[in-house]
């Protein structure tokens, strides 16, 4: 598979969305047929793995560790600190100051079963603790030799700068897909400017642009859509346009929407690099294809005919969530 570099780090086209595989889509997949996907991912060139210690919690990290600990060495792993985790605290409870950075690197080494984080995120801006400390931490974790890279998830074009003034930051981990664009106007411009590269989550609009979720579909208990003002049966339907407009796109292309959306992205910057998750083997099989695909300018402009005139209806998030993003 084609490599592209999120500033000094070199990763695959493709990357995968691990989350899902353990959180936040209804019950955990069974371990034996998630640890044959991650592997399959690996046979398909795909070698850029992301986690994150709040995503179980820690169960996730312990899965992608041992599915991957056969190709240590050959395969990126990011994962992310940042959540509060202990007992008896509110769920979005932020906690980076600097010494549990550094206690949360230790673990996420142990459940990783790496000698060093290849690229260790702040999973969402900590209003407490400056940014500056943030990057400080970070930056005596590298020295150490535990991390190698420093990211920042769902941060504002002002902190990121502030940020790699510290500790060069190599990524920036946002949602941006043609559902969510919003990154555009401010945080775009600036990563170009200071040559950091975007990891792209929930390219694929959390499965709506595939053209697989309407109106009539139902999530499964543990399903974190079902708390997305996005996803609600009216939301779905007021949206119906855009998967429509994809589906047709993608047949006159013969390519599938998922591709047609992930396509889409990588045409947008050379330093973008959609992780999609899945579950399925067919599903990741589809998405790796997507690097192979070149849409020409005259493809290009016809998403953006079609998809830039439809508005999308509902907030990507519970207001409780979208207060942590864009800080």
């Known amino acids: 598979m084609q490599q592209r570099k999120l500033g000094n780090l070199e990763v695959s086209a493709i990357g995968l969305g691990c989350m899902g595989l353990s959180f936040g889509y209804g019950p955990p997949t069974d371990r034996r047929d998630a640890i044959k996907l991650l592997r399959a991912a690996v046979e398909q060139g795909i070698t850029f793995f992301d986690t994150a210690e709040v995503?179980?919690?820690?169960?996730?990290?312990?899965?992608?560790?041992?599915?991957?600990?056969?190709?240590?060495?050959?395969?990126?792993?990011?994962?992310?600190?940042?959540?509060?985790l202990r007992p008896g605290k509110p769920p979005l409870t932020m906690r980076s100051d600097p010494e549990h950075i550094k206690e949360v690197a230790d673990a996420s080494l142990k459940r990783l079963r790496v000698d060093v984080i290849d690229l260790f995120y702040q999973h969402r801006v900590d209003p407490n603790v400056p940014i500056e400390d943030v990057a400080g931490a970070v930056k005596d974790l590298i020295r150490a030799g535990k991390v190698k890279h420093f990211g920042l998830s769902e941060a504002g074009a002002a902190t990121i700068r502030r940020a790699h003034a510290v500790q060069p930051v190599a990524a920036v981990q946002s949602e941006y897909s043609l559902w969510h664009r919003a990154l555009e106007s401010e945080v775009l411009p600036t990563l170009e400017d200071l040559g950091i590269g975007l990891v792209s989550f929930g390219p694929l609009g959390k499965g709506y642009l595939t053209g697989a979720i309407d109106e009539r579909?139902?999530?499964?208990?543990?399903?974190?859509?079902?708390m997305i003002?996005?996803?609600?049966?009216?939301?779905?339907?007021?949206?119906?346009?855009?998967p429509e407009v994809l589906a047709a796109l993608a047949a006159r292309l013969a390519i599938t929407p998922a591709q047609l959306a992930l396509g889409w992205l990588l045409a947008r910057k050379p330093w973008i690099v959609p992780i999609p998750g899945t579950r399925k083997l067919s599903q990741l099989a589809d998405n790796a294809a997507a690097a192979r695909v070149e849409l020409s300018a005259t493809d290009l402009a016809g998403i953006e005919e079609a998809a830039g005139n439809i508005t999308v209806s509902g907030a990507r998030y519970p207001e409780a969530f979208e207060k942590l993003t864009g800080q």
Do not use: C, H, M, W
Not at 229 to 242: E, I, Q, T, V, Y
């Open 217 to 226: 579909t139902e999530f499964p208990p543990g399903d974190f859509r079902n």
């Open 229 to 242: 003002p996005r996803f609600s049966a009216d939301a779905r339907k007021a949206n119906k346009a855009l």
């Open 55 to 84: 995503y179980g919690p820690y169960t996730n990290e312990e899965l992608v560790g041992e599915a991957l600990e056969p190709f240590k060495g050959q395969v990126v792993i990011a994962t992310k600190f940042g959540a509060d």
